[in-house]
């Protein structure tokens, strides 16, 4: 119940998988109002050698880390940037398992009535850390998400599903709104709006399981949604080919799907 740009994050990994994610949230931060500089200053990005920092003495920056340097003293250690950023989001995309340790966790917690943490890499033994460490560590608080599948975890009582972060919630439904419309250069914004569709349909009854993304079963109307909301911010923008523009572009993207259903030939 928050904007993106009051919120402080953290990522382990500096990778191309961070970098992107972290290029996202900056866009979606200044979709919101939010200006550049004060949109990268909420990022805090912690690669091999600690925190990226302008003019690094150890290890260097490359040109794309670069863009997200901070003014100020190196920190070696994960943990001590959390506990100087104090993030209200840890997300990690390095594939190093077990990088969210209790202490880090546990700090989190302390920090944030519901912390987010997003261990992302995969496969599971890579995970930064567990569905169950994550709920155990933040009293039950965390907001987490995974890379790698995590069966649901009970606790206090309470049973909890974990979201995991996987590609097939996004990339078809752009893949059906491009192709239906289609639309010839994509720009990065489109990802933005494909996230945004996709968040829209997260409910409260969702978040409460611990979900922060729509039941996999759902991912048929999930699919329909973000390709909607794609073929619709193309024709804004100019970047659809198929004219004129379709009355009712639900029904029009549905139409072009793939049904496996068939009528018998036979009587």
Known sequence: KTKLSDNVIVFQGAGEASLGIASLCKMAMMKEGTSACDALNKIWMVDSKGLI??????????????????DGPPIKTLEEVVKTA???VLIGAAAI??????AILQEMAKNNDRPVIFALSNPTDKAECTAEDCYKYTDGRGVFSSGSPFPPVTYKGKTLYPGQGNNSYIFPGIGLGVISVGIRTIPEDIFLEAAEALA??????NLDEGRVYPPLPMIQECSIAIAVKIAEYAYKECIASLLPQPENMESFIKAQMYDTSYKSALP
């Open 86 to 88: 104090k993030p209200t």
């Open 97 to 102: 398992g077990g990088a969210f340790t209790p």
């Open 53 to 70: 920092v302008k003019n690094r003495a150890e290890g260097g920056i490359t040109e794309e880390k670069a863009v997200f340097a901070r």
């Open 200 to 205: 829209e349909l997260v409910t409260d009854s």
